[in-house]
T-cell receptor, first 112, second 112 residues
Framework: DAGVIQSPRHEVTEMGQEVTLRCKPI?????LFWYRQTMMRGLELLIY????????DSGMPEDRFSAKMPNASFSTLKIQPSEPRDSAVYFC??????????FGQGTRLTVV | GNSVTQMEGPVTLSEEAFLTINCTYT??????LFWYVQYPGEGLQLLLK?????DKGSNKGFEATYRKETTSFHLEKGSVQVSDSAVYFC???????????FGTGTLLAVQP
């Protein structure tokens, strides 16, 4: 398996634009997590899914953020409109229940 | 809710020194415990794990023992190398939600 695949690896966008981050989890995993990492706030869990259903989105900072998982092999995290304070590295991870999570390489987002 | 607390960094050591990074947790039930490592510019990688009390996880010379009586999972290594320089995260998963929660991370810098 190729592991968790995220795209793009880097994204630079202007304030106010829509940004979509993509994630392909490891085949067979039934949990998918989205995290955001910044120097100031560390690693924050934004939302996670079980069997494509969102279980806990309490970490989503505000309504500008949304996440979907239309099928077991694909998830998106969308920010609309984007703001400079959204600049961070966004990680996707997948796992089986009570097992270790496997992380993607991350998407480094810069909003100017 | 569940939470993880780990020691503040940075931790600066000389090569071949002994390493301890403290981690304590709060959780209902019997969570699984993990240590992840993040090298500069990369995603998180699983270093070791333990799934029940008194289990010892080990990998690459690192060890951690699941201590339910003290709710701890301290990371140790007998002799660190420059290549161990990275950020180390303690994490837990389990309970009713399987939510994967991370500590704030501890930066380790090993000097030659």
């Amino acid at each position: 398996d190729a592991g968790v695949i995220q795209s793009p690896r880097h994204e630079v966008t202007e304030m106010g634009q829509e940004v979509t981050l993509r994630c392909k989890p490891i085949s067979g995993h039934d949990y998918l997590f989205w995290y955001r990492q910044t120097m100031m706030r560390g690693l924050e869990l934004l939302i996670y899914f079980n069997n494509n259903v969102p279980i806990d989105d309490s970490g989503m900072p505000e309504d500008r953020f949304s996440a979907k998982m239309p099928n077991a092999s694909f998830s998106t995290l969308k920010i609309q409109p984007s703001e400079p304070r959204d600049s961070a590295v966004y990680f996707c991870a997948s796992s089986l229940a009570r097992s270790e999570a496997f992380f993607g390489q991350g998407t480094r987002l810069t909003v100017v | 809710g569940n939470s993880v607390t780990q020691m503040e960094g940075p931790v600066t050591l000389s090569e071949e020194a002994f390493l301890t990074i403290n981690c304590t947790y709060t959780a209902t039930g019997y969570p699984s415990l993990f240590w992840y490592v993040q090298y500069p510019g990369e995603g998180l990688q699983l270093l070791l794990k333990a799934t029940k009390a008194d289990d010892k996880g080990s990998n690459k010379g690192f060890e951690a023992t699941y201590r339910k009586e003290t709710t701890s999972f301290h990371l140790e290594k007998g002799s660190v190398q420059v290549s161990d320089s990275a950020v180390y995260f303690c994490a837990l998963s389990g309970g009713a939600t399987n939510k994967l929660i991370f500590g704030t991370g501890t930066l380790l810098a090993v000097q030659p």
